[in-house]
């Protein structure tokens, strides 16, 4: 079927249709910019913004893919993790419509949907792979296997700030615009990512080497503007921007591809909204290649958040035979990464 697939979480409100792995259209309206004077998002206008988005969000996707609503055959949407007041609206709308035309609707996690966005582009995930998650609010590393059907293994999490919240709070500190990881990227084209010898949290020969941490990192970057601030001098701002993406770049990329070498898989996923920095871009490939492991990193519009990735596991999913979920199925803002759907029934024996 042709599996129309909704993103509500954050700020970003995207709808996207995929049939048998393929991408047929997609649109994404984000409410960014009214976020942009309170330095985060605000939940309650980012709720408003899906309310507004909804429906429009879904034409364009319709139209970006020459369909009409009666070729839609299921529904796929976020249940979670993310904003409640977010995650509510998108469901609802999957569910109206899920109901209007009585086709199956999936409840998908967020985190598997940046997972199969890379399918998009790529084909079928290698099974095993691993995947490193790096978004606003995740970095992870994983064990995946088949998404629609086996469990996930979590190897290993940030202890602390997520790797893109580090990059926000950062940019913020060096007085570049939200959102910060895409302005932090910008910047440090023009810095020498050796300026400013920032730490590499975690990475020492007893640490554990699945696990991340940022905040000290952050802390450290905001002491270096605050002492040059103290001493009367201009930031040197594209210096440590550039140091700061590479410490993050360096920690992310020898972590995932030590993780990979040490499970013998074959195969390294980076997927997420940080997924799109280049530096992490190009210091994955370097080192993957180094250590004779494939790369698959999904196309830039692909990395942030968008209702194709969301379809694309509500196509595995129907494809598997995965049950449907109730019409009375809840958003869960904090759903943990076991499965790519919250209702999993059908496993590998
Ligand atoms: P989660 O997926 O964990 O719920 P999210 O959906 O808010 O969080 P994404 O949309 O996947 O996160 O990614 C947004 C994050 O990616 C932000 O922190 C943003 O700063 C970061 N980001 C986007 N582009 C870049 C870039 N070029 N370099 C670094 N970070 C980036
Ligand atoms: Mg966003
Ligand atoms: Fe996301």
Redesign the pocket.
């Known amino acids: 079927p042709v599996v129309l697939g909704i993103e509500s979480?954050?700020d970003e409100t995207g709808a996207g249709l995929v049939r048998d792995g393929k991408l047929l259209g997609h649109a994404v309206a984000s409410s960014m910019d009214e976020h942009a004077r309170f330095g985060g998002v605000v939940p309650e206008i980012a709720a408003r913004a899906h309310v507004h988005a909804a429906a429009p969000v879904v034409h364009a996707a319709l139209a970006d893919a020459g369909l009409t609503m009666r070729d839609i055959g299921a529904v796929a949407v976020t249940t979670g993790p993310g904003l409640s007041g977010a995650l509510q609206v998108g469901l609802a709308a999957a569910k109206g419509i899920a109901y209007a035309l009585d086709v199956p609707l999936y409840g998908v996690h967020?985190l598997a949907g940046?997972v199969a966005a890379d399918t998009l582009e790529h084909g079928p995930l290698p099974d095993p792979c691993m995947v490193l998650i790096v978004?606003?609010?995740h970095t992870s590393l994983l064990l995946v296997r088949d998404l629609a059907r086996d469990p996930i293994v979590h190897l290993g999490d940030t202890l602390d700030d997520a790797a893109g919240e580090c990059f926000d709070k950062v940019a913020r500190v060096f007085g570049l615009p939200y959102p910060g990881g895409p302005a932090v990227d910008r910047a440090a084209r023009e810095g020498d990512p050796g300026a400013v010898p920032f730490p590499r949290p975690l990475t020492g020969p007893r640490d554990d080497p699945y696990a991340f941490s940022f905040s000290g990192l952050k802390t450290a970057a905001a002491r270096w503007a605050e002492q040059h601030r103290a001493a009367g001098r201009a930031l040197p701002v594209a210096d440590g921007a550039a140091s700061l993406q590479e410490a993050v770049a360096d920690v992310l990329t020898r972590k995932a591809v030590a993780a990979c070498v040490e499970h013998g898989v074959g195969t390294l996923v980076v997927v997420?909204?940080v997924a799109a920095n280049s530096r992490v871009r190009a210091l994955a490939r370097q080192r993957c290649a180094a250590a004779g492991v494939g790369l698959r990193v999904p196309p830039l519009r692909l990395c942030?958040?968008n209702g194709a990735m969301i379809a694309a596991v509500g196509d595995l999913l129907a494809r598997a035979g995965a049950p449907a979920a109730p019409l009375d199925v809840s958003i869960d803002p904090s759903a943990p990464l076991e499965y790519a759907t919250l209702h999993p029934v059908a496993r590998r024996v």
């Open positions: 979480s954050c967020h940046h978004s606003g609010g997420g909204g942030t958040d």
